[in-house]
């Protein structure tokens, strides 16, 4: 298996050193200020298509807008093997944590009237969340040790991941999370509100990035402030101005044609069609997650990096100030966070308002590529979207593959769009 792996990264390589090394043809240098020329048409196109040719994945799309211009589709493979029904720029995806940036500008529009401060406690609002306590460990009879938190959990904490909240698999306290079960989809937002305000905290307020629920919470939070159900709240202040009708919780009968399969890859070019997450989408549930949940098409999507690179304004509609997007794109975490979860492999980022900030160049080939000042999000199924202010571009990948990226297909997506590192340095 790795031997077949190292070879599909191996083809890659030459793939893009290939397409690197083309002659322009004079009818094209009008291209070569941008990043997404000819010859990056070329290297994406054969990097998609490596991936599928190999089997590892089933199908996938990108779109890529620069400079107000769409200079970049294509898809390929299948999204749906066993219909036949290929990939293409209607399919509706998962996003999954995708959502995630949807529901920080949906609490950021919010935050312009006047509603909150970024640093008021959550109990100010919400006291479900007045009386946290942090896990320190167990006693002799394997009941939870618990402290009083250091400081109140702030609406910022939400917004950059360092609530202290913790994950069913965490092994300190993943029991006691699972037990408790606060985003079980018949819960409604004020009922995980209420369970997860009893459900000990991982760490102190401010100490740690940890991922996990926290964009929930600011889900509840929309609506606890709006007085308005979150889904109904996202869908008035987001997504309807922007045009974005194809991004849904709950898909209805007459799109599920559009809608794609989900493939587990259990092996080099084995995938496994995933039977479980499809009813997430085809009923309604209590839960309207914040973190999680919408599904979407890639031109729906890149509606809205097209809002973020334009600084909250797209086709006359305003949905945030030019000042707070880039405060929602602004590293949050001081240096002394230094337990960061899973964060340094996303590169050399920090983390603002619901986005990875990329804070300096790769420091070597290995790490994933993109530009200083970039903001950006993926998605369990190996989505990926990012927005690039210094380029005007915007990009949105689009793939249903669990787990989360095991083939290395952001990597090489992203020096597929920008070349090689070793040529930028």
Not at 152 to 157: A, E, G, M, V, Y
Not at 260 to 269: I, K, S, V
Not at 365 to 392: H, I, M
Request: glycine share 8%; proline share 5%.
């Amino acid at each position: 298996m790795r031997i077949l792996r190292s070879l599909l990264t191996f083809t890659i390589f030459l793939l893009l050193a290939c397409c690197k090394e083309t002659p322009k043809s004079d009818a094209r240098q009008d291209d070569s200020n941008l990043v997404i020329n000819e010859r990056a048409k070329g290297r994406i196109d054969s990097v998609l298509k490596a991936f599928v040719d190999s089997g590892n994945i089933a199908g996938v799309s990108a779109l890529i807008f620069e400079k107000d211009k769409e200079v970049y589709f294509n898809a390929f493979g299948d999204a749906d093997r066993e219909a036949k029904k290929p990939m293409d720029r209607h399919t509706i995806v998962q996003i999954y944590s995708m959502t995630k940036p949807i529901t920080g500008t949906a609490l950021m529009t919010l935050y312009e009237e006047g509603k909150f401060d970024l640093d008021d406690p959550v109990a100010k609002y919400a006291p479900e969340f007045a009386n946290m306590k942090v896990y320190v460990g167990e006693d002799a009879d394997g009941n939870p040790i618990l402290e009083e938190t250091n400081r109140p959990i702030t609406i910022r904490d939400l917004t950059r991941h360092t609530a202290g909240f913790g994950n069913a698999d965490n092994s300190k306290l993943g029991k006691l999370i699972a037990k408790a079960d606060a985003l079980n989809r018949n819960n409604t937002l004020e009922k995980m509100a209420e369970i997860m305000g009893k459900t000990p905290l991982l760490f102190h307020p401010g100490e740690q990035w940890q991922y996990g629920p926290s964009v929930d919470v600011q889900a509840f939070m929309v609506e606890r402030i709006s007085g308005q159900p979150y889904g109904d709240y996202v869908r008035e202040h987001v997504l309807d101005p922007l045009g974005m009708q194809q991004t849904r919780y709950l898909i209805p009968e007459n799109d599920r044609h559009r809608f794609a399969a989900l493939y587990r890859r259990t092996g080099e070019g084995i995938l496994e069609r995933d039977t479980v997450t499809y009813g997430n989408y085809t009923k309604p549930w209590p839960l309207t997650r914040g973190g999680s949940g919408l599904t979407s098409t890639i031109d729906d999507y890149m509606r809205f990096a097209q809002m973020l690179v334009h600084r909250g304004t797209i086709d006359s509609v305003q949905i945030l100030r030019p000042e707070t997007v880039e405060l929602m794109a602004t590293n949050q975490l001081a240096d002394s966070v230094t337990e960061r979860h899973f964060l340094p492999s996303k590169g050399q980022v920090g983390f603002g308002i619901d986005f990875a900030v990329r804070v300096a160049p790769p420091s070597s080939s290995e790490e994933n590529n993109g530009v200083v000042g970039e903001f950006f999000w993926d998605g369990a199924a190996s989505t990926l979207f990012w927005v690039d202010p210094k380029n005007e571009l915007t990009a949105v990948l689009f793939v249903q593959l669990f787990p989360y990226d095991p083939i290395g297909l952001h990597k090489s997506f992203r020096d597929a769009v920008y070349g090689p590192i070793e040529s930028n340095q």
